[in-house]
């Protein structure tokens, strides 16, 4: 568990990512991609679907010994709660109502983050889209682990520490890479969800709480669906910076494993990513994929070759358009 990796560095480019020019050349071989974008009509009744099971449970585990609200946090509380984060993912795309209501979306977004527990919602939609749009650069994607990462977790053991605290380099890494001044709708993402959490508690008692918290944090640490945080973007082969996922969990994920369908057309609802996948698989069916978020997990822990320095980093050219 103390094998040190080998790499000291991220690995830095210096081209462009790959996903415009692909995304160029399948629209002109396939222009019928087209008709996949827009809003998932769908979309919006799953969310409330999902939003209503958990403000069930809430009400179930608040009656229950500890050993069983600690059960049913990961067991239950983690996947629901990580497919929420998902959620808010394909809404900050503005899949939920479509382009022309994009507000609709945000607060739309805000619904989906109340079973979260931690105001999220607002954020993440301002530096998603810099992720999209400058994929690995230097300053920008919030998405690139700090230097501080790739040094100290270096170790089998480190690297599964820096697993478990995934949710808390998330949530600092925007301040430390590319700090941006506070916005209505954020002010607004922490008014609403601290005042339903302050109701929550006085409705339901600190079990309930601990529910919901405790399966927000599990559920993006050390847990099967958190492997897409690793799958994605981590370079497992050189030369490959964004990965698929082709397995049974992008039923819990909307279909966040279809990573690269998703960069090349991140106008696509995740629901409609398979055809894109079906209409040009000269395109996908070559490139490196996994079939298990689990091993990816295993694998990232246990290969002295990977660390948090194991991405594709580019320094920017012209200017940098921020959300």
Same mark, same amino acid.
């Given at each position: ?22 995304? #160029? ?7 019928? =991609? ?11 009744? =799953? ?43 394909? =809404? ?42 400058? +994929? ?43 700090? #941006? ?93 398979? +055809?894109?996948?079906? =209409? ?6 070559? +490139? ?6 689990? #091993?990816? +997990? ?18 920017? #050219? ?6």
């Amino acid at each position: 568990m103390g094998n040190r990796v080998v790499r000291e560095d991220f690995e830095w480019v210096y081209t462009d990512q790959p996903h415009a020019d692909r995304r #160029k050349e399948i629209l002109g071989k396939y222009p019928e =991609i087209k008709t996949l974008m827009g809003p998932d009509t769908r979309l919006k009744w =799953i969310v409330c679907m999902m939003v209503a099971i958990q403000f069930l449970a809430f009400f179930l585990v608040k009656d229950l010994d500890w050993k069983w609200v600690l059960f049913w946090t990961y067991a239950f509380g983690s996947c629901i709660n990580h497919s929420m984060t998902l959620a808010i993912h394909e =809404i900050s795309h503005n899949t939920a109502f479509g382009n022309n209501r994009a507000t609709w979306n945000r607060y739309f977004a805000m619904f989906a983050n109340l079973p979260i527990g931690l105001p999220y919602s607002a954020s993440f939609k301002r530096y998603h889209l810099d992720h999209h749009r400058y +994929l690995g650069g230097d300053g920008v994607d919030v998405d690139i682990p700090t230097d501080f990462e790739g040094w100290f977790f270096c170790t089998r053991f480190r690297k599964f520490v820096w697993i478990i605290l995934q949710p808390l380099f998330y949530a600092i890494r925007p301040l430390i890479i590319n700090p #941006k001044p506070i916005s209505r709708l954020e002010l607004a993402n922490v008014v609403v969800q601290l005042s339903f959490n302050v109701a929550l508690y006085w409705l339901c008692g600190a079990k309930t709480m601990v529910y919901m918290l405790a399966g927000s944090l599990l559920g993006m640490g050390l847990h099967p669906i958190s492997g897409h945080f690793i799958a994605e973007h981590y370079m497992f082969l050189k030369g490959h910076e964004t990965y698929s996922y082709y397995g049974s969990l992008n039923l819990l994920t909307f279909n966040v494993g279809y990573h690269n369908e998703h960069h090349d057309f991140p106008s696509i609802p995740g629901r409609r990513l398979p +055809l894109v996948k079906k =209409i040009a698989p000269e395109y996908y069916d070559d +490139l490196p994929h996994y079939t298990s978020w689990v #091993k990816v +997990l295993y694998d990232f822990i246990m290969d002295d070759q990977l660390s948090p320095y194991s991405r594709v980093k580019r320094r920017l #050219k012209g200017e940098v358009k921020l959300e």
